[in-house]
């Protein structure tokens, strides 16, 4: 049974109509703002997802290396790690983590390979076997328990890679 006659309404168990109580415009908002919500989260999941297209690498420009020059200014930079140690500036240790930098990084700007990057497995694999036995000579005593102790023999190989690379 409805009643729709508001005198039947008064007459009930309070005796009085309670007038409509007004809802405050804040929620109105707050609930537009979370309907909305929802298919603002679907498109920023789905652009932050989405695979991306390849990008063309840019184009690799060649400049000529002066391999003398370089051989030059590597030989510098080895003979510096030598006076450094002697100086008492670099341990064994540094002085060996250097050593492995400087062949490194002659063999990526000798060949564009990226020498400097690659672990010692993946710098194996290239031709420069030279490089890659310096490198595991210097590899015991940069991350070995023991402190190195002759910086000498890493700089005696760091040069021959260096002074016979063709």
């Given at each position: 049974?409805?009643i729709?006659?508001a005198?039947?309404?008064?007459s009930?168990?309070?005796g009085?109509?309670?007038?409509?109580?007004p809802y405050?415009?804040?929620w109105?908002?707050?609930?537009?703002?979370?309907?909305?919500a929802?298919?603002l989260?679907y498109?920023?999941?789905?652009a932050?997802?989405r695979p991306?297209?390849?990008?063309?690498?840019?184009p690799v420009?060649e400049?000529?290396?002066?391999?003398p020059?370089l051989?030059?200014?590597?030989?510098v930079?080895v003979d510096?790690?030598r006076?450094?140690?002697a100086?008492g500036?670099?341990?064994?240790?540094?002085?060996?983590?250097?050593?492995?930098s400087?062949?490194?990084?002659?063999?990526?700007q000798a060949?564009?390979?990226?020498a400097?990057?690659?672990?010692?497995?993946e710098?194996?694999?290239?031709?420069?076997?030279?490089?890659?036995?310096?490198?595991?000579?210097f590899?015991?005593?940069?991350?070995?328990?023991?402190?190195?102790?002759s910086v000498d023999?890493?700089?005696?190989a760091?040069?021959?890679?260096i002074?016979?690379?063709?």
């Amino acid at each position: 049974m409805f009643i729709t006659d508001a005198s039947v309404l008064a007459s009930a168990d309070t005796g009085t109509i309670m007038p409509v109580v007004p809802y405050s415009v804040i929620w109105l908002v707050l609930g537009i703002l979370l309907v909305g919500a929802v298919p603002l989260y679907y498109l920023l999941v789905y652009a932050l997802t989405r695979p991306r297209p390849e990008r063309e690498p840019e184009p690799v420009v060649e400049v000529p290396v002066s391999v003398p020059q370089l051989q030059h200014d590597y030989l510098v930079r080895v003979d510096g790690i030598r006076h450094r140690h002697a100086a008492g500036e670099l341990t064994p240790r540094r002085a060996h983590a250097e050593l492995s930098s400087a062949v490194r990084d002659f063999v990526a700007q000798a060949t564009g390979v990226e020498a400097d990057k690659m672990t010692l497995t993946e710098l194996r694999r290239t031709p420069y076997v030279g490089a890659s036995y310096a490198v595991a000579e210097f590899y015991p005593l940069v991350f070995g328990v023991d402190e190195a102790r002759s910086v000498d023999h890493g700089v005696d190989a760091a040069k021959q890679v260096i002074s016979l690379w063709r």
